[in-house]
């Protein structure tokens, strides 16, 4: 079956953002089909390369990216949402005139026309939250 | 045309699984994950209308969630099932949508 997941909420908030991770990473397990990750609101503070928790923590940036690269997965972060919550990939950095971007590897930032299409596209649109 | 609905909040907090349980129909499933699994404490104040929604619909609590807020399985209401992740995946694919009670 093909899933598609929409995270509308930063990391270390509450809880979405583990839930949505966990509930990915078992879909794949079972041999599940993930169409799209993509990240609204404040989910987008998911996709910064640059943030640091404490080493005894988990760092779900880090988590995504690496699930991201194992099985290729489309996390896509909406463009609306980033710019103003300072997350800004090489395009958008050199676009806005900023002195760098902080995307992390795997995440694309790309429009809401992706959240219709993952809505579409898969047979169950699983949205975690606030 | 079933639905997987999942409550995220405690209902001592916000009133969405109180609202959930108001629209909620015939076959359907709730699920309980992260705050919201309180809710299905034994004796608790929404025990009671959890268990009168039996009757029409499955309602599971997720088992990692309940862990991690110390709750044991037997302090849970009685008829209300636990599920891991897999399960929830279960769920999900099991019905025809999941509806997020945000």
């Known amino acids: ?130 | 045309m079933s639905t997987l609905h999942t409550v995220n909040k405690s209902p001592f907090e916000r009133p969405s699984l109180k609202t959930c349980l108001d629209h909620v129909v015939q076959g359907d499933a709730i699920l309980l994950i992260e705050d919201a699994v309180v809710g299905a404490r034994k004796g608790g104040a929404f025990a009671e209308a959890l268990s009168h929604k039996q009757a029409s619909c499955s309602i599971y609590v997720l088992a990692p969630d309940l862990a991690a807020r110390g709750i044991k399985a037997e302090d849970i209401a009685e008829g209300i099932a636990l599920v891991d992740y897999g399960g929830f995946v279960d769920l999900a694919a099991g019905k025809a949508r999941v509806c997020a009670w945000l």
């Open chain 1, 1 to 130: 079956m093909r899933f598609g997941i929409v995270v509308t909420e930063g990391p270390y908030t509450h809880q979405a953002s583990d839930s949505a991770y966990r509930f990915t990473k078992a879909a794949l397990e079972k041999g599940h089909e993930i169409f799209r990750v993509f990240f609204y609101n404040d989910g987008v503070n998911n996709a910064t390369r640059f943030a640091v928790p404490p080493q005894d923590d988990r760092n779900l940036q880090v988590l995504w990216s690496e699930l991201a690269e194992k099985h290729k997965l489309d996390l896509v972060v909406c463009i609306a949402a980033a710019p103003r919550r300072g997350i800004l990939d090489a395009d958008e950095a050199k676009r806005q005139g900023k002195d760098g971007n902080n995307i992390a590897p795997g995440f694309l930032i790309s429009g809401l026309g992706q959240l219709i299409e993952a809505g579409i596209q898969s047979d169950r649109l699983v949205m975690f939250g606030d």
